[in-house]
């Protein structure tokens, strides 16, 4: 997940309303929480290589892979993560999509407005000056049952993880989503890909999984 130019400073402990979001079956979905994801991910995989025996080569990569997916997406103050993990014809192909609740201030703490034409107007657009560029679009969409909300989709150097100078390219996808009744806290919905070749598809995939986003209880 990278930080936008919009600064979103700490992300919440637990969210302040429940949240849902449908991902396809083939999907992972699992407990980012350190104490509880190791053994969901086992448990899954588990089952997963008994309906598909296919798999069972691919264990311990498969592993590997979802447990750094999981702490990536803890280590970023996620609340929900899921998971593409596949082999197409010897390629991997894997995306991620994260729910995060984040605070609506800057890095100085002082309160940025919620409304998502103003979150818009605050995020920039990056242009490509050549073939092979880092690039975004900024607009705002709406979700059906939420309402008007603020994106970003692109091509994008993400940080490999938080305090690090290293980043990786990513097909990059982040929509900025209201809490009604609350002015202190967004959620950002995120979903990420290092698979550029497919980036325009993943970027279909994203916004498809991030339209069955829905505030519940």
């Not at 999907?27 to 008994?50: H, K, Q, S, Y």
């Not at 080569?57 to 447990?67: H, I, T, W």
């Not at 990056?126 to 073939?131: F, G, Q, V």
């Amino acid at each position: 997940m990278s930080e936008s130019p919009r600064t979103v400073a700490g992300a919440a402990t637990a969210p302040p309303v429940g949240v849902s979001l449908a991902v396809p079956e083939t999907w992972w979905e699992f407990d980012v929480r350190p104490e509880g994801r190791d053994e969901t991910i086992r448990a899954l995989i588990d089952a997963r290589v008994r309906a598909v025996p296919e798999l069972a080569p691919y264990r311990k990569d498969l592993v590997a892979l979802l447990r750094r997916m999981a702490r990536d997406a803890h280590d970023a103050g996620a609340l929900y993560c899921g998971c593409m993990a596949e082999n197409f014809e010897g390629v991997p192909l894997t995306a991620m999509v994260t729910v995060t609740v984040v605070g609506a201030t800057d890095a100085q703490g002082a309160a940025l407005s919620t409304d998502p034409q103003a979150i818009a107007q605050s995020l920039k657009t990056i242009t490509p000056r050549r073939e092979g560029d880092a690039w975004r679009k900024v607009s705002t969409v709406e979700i059906p049952g939420v309402g008007l909300c603020a994106r970003t989709v692109g091509v994008e150097d993400v940080p490999v993880e938080r305090g690090d100078t290293r980043t990786v390219r990513m097909a990059l996808t982040q929509t900025y989503i209201p809490i009604p009744g609350r002015s202190e806290e967004i959620v950002l919905v995120s979903g990420a890909s290092p698979v550029l070749d497919l980036a325009e598809a993943f970027h279909d995939i994203f916004d498809a999984v991030t339209g069955t986003f829905r505030f519940a209880g």
